[in-house]
């Protein structure tokens, strides 16, 4: 089993940064660490799908959602077992529920919401 909780989130004017991270814990964690996962983040908003945002697969390829590139930086710390992500020249857009996800099997279509754990999320809330 993997526990992902989800920290960082807050309210922020239009143009504002947040840095979101994600701590992995667990028997597979401890072991084999988040290196060995494919990890994502996801936002949904109310009334709207989940959707990935940003991914990064075990040999580190990262794929970022076309609206966000250049704004969002993902990014893992092998030593601390973490995801992070970076939001830049937020937009009220932006404003949704963010979770972190993991899977240990290969992930093809890495934005996808099918990912086997979840975190609870945390909100981000962006103003104009």
């Given at each position: 089993?993997?526990?992902?909780?989800?920290?960082?989130?807050?309210?922020?004017?239009?143009?504002?940064?947040?840095?979101?991270?994600?701590?992995?814990?667990?028997?597979?964690?401890?072991?084999?660490?988040?290196?060995?996962?494919?990890?994502?983040?996801f936002?949904?908003?109310?009334?709207?799908?989940?959707?990935?945002?940003?991914?990064?697969?075990?040999?580190?390829?990262?794929?970022?959602?076309?609206?966000?590139?250049g704004r969002?930086?993902i990014?893992?710390?092998?030593?601390?077992?973490?995801?992070?992500?970076?939001?830049?020249?937020?937009?009220?857009?932006?404003?949704?529920?963010?979770?972190?996800?993991?899977?240990?099997?290969?992930?093809?279509?890495?934005?996808?919401?099918?990912?086997?754990?979840?975190g609870?999320g945390?909100?981000?809330?962006?103003s104009?």
């Amino acid at each position: 089993q993997v526990q992902l909780t989800e920290s960082g989130g807050g309210s922020v004017q239009a143009g504002g940064s947040l840095r979101l991270s994600c701590a992995a814990s667990g028997v597979n964690i401890n072991m084999f660490g988040v290196s060995s996962y494919y990890m994502a983040w996801f936002r949904q908003a109310p009334g709207k799908e989940r959707e990935g945002v940003a991914a990064i697969a075990r040999d580190d390829t990262i794929t970022y959602l076309d609206s966000v590139k250049g704004r969002i930086t993902i990014s893992r710390d092998n030593i601390k077992n973490t995801l992070n992500l970076q939001l830049d020249s937020l937009e009220p857009a932006d404003t949704a529920m963010y979770y972190c996800a993991a899977e240990p099997a290969k992930r093809t279509s890495p934005l996808l919401p099918t990912y086997r754990f979840w975190g609870q999320g945390t909100q981000v809330t962006v103003s104009s």
